[in-house]
């Protein structure tokens, strides 16, 4: 099964040609600088399963182990690889059309998670943007 993916303004495509090996939320406080996002979620895929395309790209290492990757254009994360686990490549599943389809099954670092996440189930809800 092909799981196609691109980035907020398309420069940046991505195919993978299998399913991800698992898929986690990251609750670490890089992940929440580098997202911007309470937390985020990564689907791991093994590196000779997925090929990125485009030229926009620009890599960042936030530790000498990790490297985070994201599109110069829009700003969307594209790619985060760690040294430790070289054979795969964490990609945020936001870039995937529909990312629902992606389920998380661990959550790490759950030792910095925001105690509040598990609170937004009982938020008020509206269907887009609500006025005011
Ligand atoms: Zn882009
Ligand atoms: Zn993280």
Not at 45 to 68: C, D, I, P, Q, Y
Not at 99 to 121: F, M
Request: charged letters at 15%; aromatic letters at 10%; proline letters at 5%.
């Amino acid at each position: 099964m092909k799981i196609l993916g691109k980035c907020l303004c398309g420069s940046i495509t991505i195919n993978c040609t299998n399913e991800p090996v698992k898929t986690v939320n990251c609750h670490c406080t890089m992940c929440r600088k580098v997202s911007g996002a309470a937390y985020s979620t990564f689907a791991m895929f093994l590196k000779n399963h997925v090929r990125v395309m485009g030229n926009s790209e620009t890599h960042f290492s936030s530790s000498t182990l990790a490297t985070r990757s994201f599109c110069s254009k829009c700003g969307s994360n594209t790619q985060f690889n760690y040294a430790g686990k070289h054979e795969y490549v964490y990609l945020p599943v936001g870039l995937f059309d529909p990312a629902v389809a992606i389920h998380p099954q661990e959550n790490w670092y759950a030792s910095t998670k925001l105690h509040w996440i598990s609170d937004c189930n009982n938020l008020p809800e509206y269907e887009e943007l609500p006025n005011g």
